[in-house]
């Protein structure tokens, strides 16, 4: 076992030999989204994320379905499935076999094997002083997502936070191996801030985030002033806040946004600030248009995370 539970990476990792390794994740949740084929491509991108945070490829998928026993059309569950199966193809892996059980509540996802070279796992542990921190995903698909339950969503709010969700993490992934990055995470139900803490604690190093670099979904500051706030963000701030120093002049609903839990965000990447424009570049010539650099790495200070 080369990667296990110790600092909460994103992936486990077992070498098979000293050349190849195998790098196992699963995850699964409730519906997002209230098109089934949209809901099964945002679980399986989600589920795929893990292993291009670690720097692998995926291989192999099973499905995790939890579904009612009476009340839902079986044509729902079709189209989840097609819509999963539909992301894991474009993902180049395939999908082997799952997993059913009866269950009230909908759900959906994946358990997936990569493969990755063990001489090059990217982990959350690793990040240095003088690091640039980039983020190849917007944030706000926490709150625009509460406002789409509420049904205070508009349209062209929509859209763009959807296809954030069902875009792979391939093209980040690959952008980012070909420079020497020094940790990695993806931003998932934490929040920024959640995952953000992991590797800042694991690393033994301050993050320092600037908050007009952060880039932000279309209609999430206005999700946040209408209050559609869900409850993963409050309990993540409440939770993580404590070892976070917010800057006064911090717009609250950027501070707000730090915390909010994404549904398949992007890739939090630390490397060595000299190399941080030209991943940049190469991520947003991937299709990762939203990136940026968002921080850099600094000695230990009192507080975990900076927001200046």
């Known amino acids: 076992m080369l990667v296990g539970i110790a600092t ?27 098109d089934p084929f949209m809901y099964g491509q945002i679980a399986a991108a989600n589920a795929l994320s893990d292993i291009y945070a670690m720097g692998g490829v995926p291989r192999t998928a099973l499905n995790i379905v939890c579904w009612p026993q009476s009340g839902l059309p079986a044509e729902m569950l079709t189209e989840i499935l097609r819509g999963g199966a539909a992301k894991v193809e474009e993902a180049g892996a395939v999908i ?30 690793g990040a240095q002083p003088g690091d640039a921190l980039l983020l ?51 931003i998932t139900g934490f929040g920024l801030m959640g995952h953000a803490m992991g590797m800042a604690e694991s690393s033994g190093v301050t993050l320092v985030f600037e908050e007009f670099d952060l880039p932000l979904l279309p209609g999430a500051l206005e999700a946040c002033d209408e209050k559609m706030l869900p409850g993963g963000a409050l309990r993540n701030r409440e939770y993580f806040a404590p070892r976070v120093s917010i800057a006064e002049e911090v717009v609250e609903n950027v501070a707000t946004l730090t915390f909010d839990p994404q549904t398949s965000g992007g890739l939090l990447i630390a490397l060595p600030e000299v190399h941080a424009a030209d991943l940049l570049v190469a991520l947003q010539q991937g299709g990762c248009l939203e990136a940026a650099i968002v921080g850099r790495v600094i000695d230990k200070r009192a507080h975990a995370i900076e927001l200046r």
């Open 136 to 186: 190849t995903k917007p944030l706000g698909t926490g709150v625009l997502m509460t406002a789409l339950k509420r049904d205070r969503l508009r349209e062209e709010f929509y859209l763009p936070a959807v296809r954030t969700m069902a875009r792979l993490n391939r093209e980040a992934a690959q952008a980012m191996l070909r420079f020497p990055v020094h940790a990695s995470t993806d």
């Open 8 to 34: 909460g990476d994103d992936a486990g990792v077992y070498r098979l030999t000293p050349e190849l390794a195998l790098v196992n994740t699963v995850d699964f949740f409730t519906p997002v989204v209230d």
């Open 96 to 125: 082997v076999g799952g997993h059913s059980v009866a269950d009230e509540e909908v759900k959906y996802g994946l358990a997936v094997s990569g493969t990755i070279d063990p001489r090059r796992i990217i982990r959350n542990v």
